[in-house]
């Protein structure tokens, strides 16, 4: 780098289900997050970002990659990542950096390039190619109950069991009873602790570049004292939903479906029966703890800041905090994420970029999608992004501007085929490549399109951000349904791959750009 501005440190903070209304300084009349607020005070607060898919690993392509699903196609946990697609860490090697990870990153590897008993193929909590893992935690996190053990806490139980609360009984209940092991052995307080030693041990000399994937506020839905009862039950915004759960099956054959499909086990373990059964104070109960473990995250922010500070790497570091999908929470009687509802999608973006303080304390209203936080952080780190990419980058705004040009509509995509067991196109009779629908959300409308002849959907959000009238069969409304249909038609046709399209063979060779992925070097 002789000759040249040493290039920044970047942190990629990814917290797996949080909300994006959930940030106190988004307006959130109840969830406190002062060490998140800190860090929007010095960057830049994007108050409408999107997520592109849901669950993990889909969601989690669009923002590694670029692509949107149509592109990338991860259509579910355990879909493989094509080979062919670049992504974060491969660029960021490329340009000299040694990206490493704490976490995971749920990527499915390409099998069509390993061999047939490799034991990559038995998981789909594949690590991203281009990455060094430092601290692996996949699901099971043996590694933390390890720890865990190392500490003199007793991790027999295993995981999920050991995040099991004492003293809920049956079915009909739920507690704020904190787990066996305390705040400062939670999963996020050992993932922080592991990156702030190896913080500890990088030369300031030479650029880093990290990322830092907690599970929480992921479920299960627990969490230790005090946040088990920092937040009251009966506070916060009355739940966006229909009368009842029935009502809002009735409301169309999508919902009726999913809301059939949604276990309390997989949010509370050893808790059997329907999500939709709990009781509006369960809701209620669950929802606060949702919020405790949102601040149990922030809290370890804030350690994180101290010791960037305390390293001396503050100032040198560019910090990017989101998240890969959003969460229900009680919001139409679910819990979790996927469908089509806001409430799966909109997830928190925030940018510090200590070079560009023009902007600092700034709040971003235009609408911005997962699949721009990689051209963002290329363009940050003075490389062009590939034109072939779906996302733009952000930049212009971290420096304070206002493009001229930018989307009006935010989008994303939801696959609900099950290619292991065809639960999905058994129950709607129709093929597995028709299980998908696809948003696209403005400030006033919102429009849902399903594959396989099942009805649209299109919600006035502005007046109805609960999303519970839908007016696609109103004739007062069939233009802007049509109009709506056909906008969609156009952002697919102009998004469709264009690695290659980009280029063209002539008599003097190729013209125009040819996509190598994004870690390859011209």
């Known amino acids: 780098m002789t000759g040249k501005a040493r290039r920044p440190n970047v942190l990629l903070i990814t917290c797996d289900q949080w909300r994006g209304d959930c940030l106190s300084a988004a307006g959130h009349l109840v969830v406190k997050t002062p060490n998140a607020d800190a860090l929007a005070a010095e960057g830049v607060l994007f108050k409408q970002h999107y997520g592109g898919a849901a669950p993990c690993s889909p969601a989690r392509a669009?923002?590694?990659?670029?692509?949107?699903?149509?592109?990338?196609?991860?259509?579910?946990?355990?879909?493989?990542?094509?080979?062919?697609?670049?992504?974060?860490?491969?660029?960021?090697?490329?340009?000299?950096?040694?990206?490493?990870?704490?976490?995971?990153?749920?990527?499915?590897?390409?099998?069509?390039?390993l061999a047939s008993g490799d034991p990559r193929l038995t998981t789909y909590e594949g690590v991203l190619p281009g990455f060094t893992v430092r601290q692996l935690l996949p699901e099971h996190q043996k590694q933390w109950l390890s720890w865990l053990k190392q500490q003199g806490i007793d991790a027999s139980a295993g995981s999920p069991d050991i995040h099991r609360p004492a003293g809920e009984e049956g079915d009909d209940t739920v507690t704020e009873a904190s787990p066996i092991y305390s705040k400062d052995h939670t999963p996020t307080a050992f993932l922080a602790g592991e990156?702030?030693?190896?913080?500890?041990?990088?030369?300031?000399?030479?650029?880093?570049?990290?990322?830092?994937?907690?599970?929480?506020?992921?479920?299960p839905f627990i969490v230790p004292e005090p946040y088990n009862t920092l937040y009251d039950p009966a506070d916060g915004p009355a739940f966006h939903r229909a009368e009842s759960w029935r009502a809002e099956a009735q409301s169309h054959p999508y919902l009726a479906y999913d809301l059939s499909r949604r276990y309390r086990a997989n949010y509370r373990p050893g808790v059997a029966g329907k999500v939709h059964d709990w009781s509006e104070d369960d809701f209620r109960r669950i929802r606060a703890i949702y919020y405790g473990m949102i601040s149990e995250v922030d809290t370890q922010l804030g350690l994180i800041?101290?010791?960037?500070?305390?390293?001396?790497?503050?100032?040198?570091?560019?910090?990017?905090?989101?998240?890969?999908?959003?969460?229900?929470?009680?919001?139409?009687?679910?819990?979790?994420?996927?469908?089509?509802?806001?409430?799966?999608?909109?997830?928190?973006?925030?940018?510090?970029?200590?070079?560009?303080?023009?902007?600092?304390?700034?709040?971003?209203?235009?609408?911005?999608?997962?699949?721009?936080?990689?051209?963002?952080?290329?363009?940050l780190l003075g490389e062009p992004p590939e034109p072939h990419l779906d996302g733009c980058s952000l930049k212009p705004f971290l420096s304070g501007g206002n493009p001229a040009t930018w989307r009006d509509a935010a989008h994303w995509e939801f696959d609900f085929r099950s290619v292991a067991h065809g639960d999905a196109e058994a129950h709607f009779g129709i093929a597995s490549r028709q299980c998908n629908l696809v948003v696209i959300r403005t400030s006033k409308f919102k429009y849902v399109h399903f594959g396989g002849g099942l009805p649209p959907l299109l919600f006035n959000v502005e007046a109805d951000p609960g999303e519970l009238t839908n007016l696609a069969t109103s004739p007062a409304h069939l233009s802007t349904r049509l109009q709506f249909a056909e906008r969609l038609l156009a952002w697919r046709a102009e998004h469709l791959d264009q690695s290659l399209a980009l280029a063209e063979l002539t008599g003097n060779g190729v013209v125009g750009h040819v996509s190598k992925g994004i870690g390859s070097r011209e």
């Not at 679910?334 to 999608?345: E, R």
Request: hydrophobic share 35%.
């Open 195 to 219: 990156f702030i030693r190896w913080l500890g041990e990088q030369e300031q000399a030479t650029p880093w570049f990290a990322h830092l994937s907690f599970i929480s506020p992921h479920p």
């Open 305 to 379: 800041w101290q010791a960037l500070k305390l390293s001396g790497a503050w100032d040198d570091t560019i910090i990017l905090l989101t998240s890969d999908h959003a969460e229900m929470m009680g919001d139409h009687f679910m819990l979790g994420k996927g469908g089509y509802f806001d409430g799966s999608y909109h997830i928190p973006l925030i940018i510090r970029d200590p070079r560009h303080r023009k902007a600092a304390g700034s709040t971003v209203d235009r609408f911005t999608e997962a699949v721009d936080i990689l051209p963002t952080l290329i363009d």
């Open 62 to 113: 669009c923002l590694y990659t670029g692509l949107y699903q149509m592109n990338n196609r991860v259509c579910r946990n355990g879909s493989p990542l094509d080979a062919r697609h670049g992504n974060i860490a491969q660029h960021a090697r490329g340009i000299g950096y040694d990206p490493t990870l704490f976490g995971y990153t749920d990527v499915s590897p390409d099998p069509r390039v």
